[in-house]
């Protein structure tokens, strides 16, 4: 029992001590998926392979960005096809001028309080640089493509690849976006 104890313990204390993101190994996951990032709201550890089989949006947000106003877009787009197997995952990050200076909570309750954005978000991290996320790193050594600024967009097959990377610019919901993402919904890699 001592033991039980001991070990449980330990296991908590590593998890208080858990850093934003962690890589994990789960039978089926891919490899790009096979990390684990604290949530925005609360920072409980979640798992990104729960994902797997989805068709992904990923990207990389800030609060005090001139394209903040693409939260709407994103929710939008994961309104529409949430229940066909998509999802958008949001990254806050402070890499590009400095536009997310906030803490976790503060950018969890403006995400909710300005745009009621209802997509997964997680904690606020590196994207870019030497040093991002093991998520970015991954999308970025697939893609060939670097984040430029705020909300830069990577789009992933239900298998788990990067197909495609998306400037600032191009508007979430827009004609080249929604096709990849219709496409891929449909089981179409390209």
């Not at 979640?46 to 990389?60: A, M, P, R, S, T």
């Not at 994961?78 to 229940?83: G, P």
């Not at 984040?147 to 600032?168: C, E, H, M, V």
Request: glycine share 8%.
């Amino acid at each position: 029992m001592r033991r039980i104890l001991f070990l449980c313990g330990f296991f908590l204390s590593l998890l208080s001590s858990t850093p934003t993101f962690a890589q994990t190994s789960q039978s089926g996951c891919s490899p790009l998926l096979s990390h684990t990032f604290l949530r925005l709201q609360d920072e409980v550890p979640q798992n990104l392979c729960q994902y797997q089989g989805k068709v992904i949006l990923v990207v990389n947000t800030a609060s005090y960005c001139g394209f903040v106003g693409q939260y709407d877009d994103l929710e939008k787009i994961y309104t529409k096809y949430k229940d066909k197997g998509f999802v958008v995952l949001g990254f806050p990050s402070n890499d590009f001028g400095q536009q997310e200076p906030g803490s976790n909570k503060q950018i969890a309750e403006f995400c909710k309080n300005t745009y009621d954005v209802k997509f997964p978000m997680f904690a606020k991290s590196v994207v870019s640089g030497k040093n991002p996320n093991p998520l970015f790193k991954m999308l970025i050594e697939k893609t060939g493509t670097n984040p430029q600024w705020n909300f830069y967009k990577y789009l992933i097959d239900r298998n788990g690849n990067a197909t495609d990377a998306y400037s600032s610019l191009s508007n979430p919901s827009g004609k080249a976006i929604t096709t990849h993402i219709e496409k891929l919904l449909k089981g179409s890699s390209q």
